[in-house]
C-alpha cells in the first residue's frame, strides 16, 4: 500500500512538472510571434571579407539576417565600401527562410559571384566568392 502512495506522490510530481514546462513552452512561442524573443540563429548566413582594406580588414564577418545585407559606397548601406570601384548603392543580399538571394542595384561596375558578373537575382550556396568593387567575399551559413 505504501508503495502505491509513494508511487501517487511521483506521478503528481512529474504531472506538475510537465505542466509547468508547457506553460513555459507556449509562453516562449507567443513571445517570439510577437517579436519579443530572437529567433535561433541557425538559419542565418554571413560574408567573410577574404582580400582586406584598411577599412576592411580580412577576416571581417558581417551576418546576413532576415532584413538582409546592403553593400555600397555610400554611407547609409549595412557595409560601406570605400572604393571608387564600388557603387553608391552597390548590391543587396536578402535572406528569408534560410535562402540568401544576392541582387545587384544597377552598379557600374557589377557584382560578380564565382568570376561570372550576375545580371539578375542569385540565389547564394555557402562557398560562393562574391566580388563588389575590388573586394572579395565568401558566403558562408552563420556560426
Not at 15 to 29: C, N
Not at 40 to 62: H, I, Q, S, W
Amino acid at each position: 500500500m505504501q508503495i502505491l502512495i509513494f508511487c501517487g506522490k511521483v506521478l503528481f510530481v512529474v504531472g506538475i512538472y510537465l505542466f509547468l514546462i508547457r506553460i513555459m513552452t507556449i509562453q516562449l512561442a507567443d513571445l517570439r510571434a510577437r517579436g519579443l524573443v530572437p529567433k535561433n540563429d541557425l538559419g542565418a548566413a554571413c560574408l567573410e571579407v577574404l582580400n582586406g582594406t584598411d577599412y576592411l580588414p580580412k577576416g571581417r564577418r558581417f551576418k546576413i539576417e532576415t532584413p538582409g545585407l546592403t553593400i555600397g559606397r555610400g554611407k547609409t548601406n549595412d557595409v560601406p565600401l570605400a572604393d571608387s570601384f564600388c557603387s553608391v548603392e552597390h548590391a543587396n543580399f536578402m535572406h528569408r527562410g534560410g535562402v540568401t538571394i544576392l541582387e545587384d542595384r544597377g552598379s557600374t561596375n557589377g557584382t560578380w559571384v564565382n568570376g561570372e558578373r550576375i545580371e539578375e537575382k542569385i540565389q547564394l550556396v555557402p562557398g560562393d566568392f562574391i566580388k563588389v568593387g575590388s573586394v572579395t567575399f565568401q558566403y558562408s551559413r552563420w556560426g
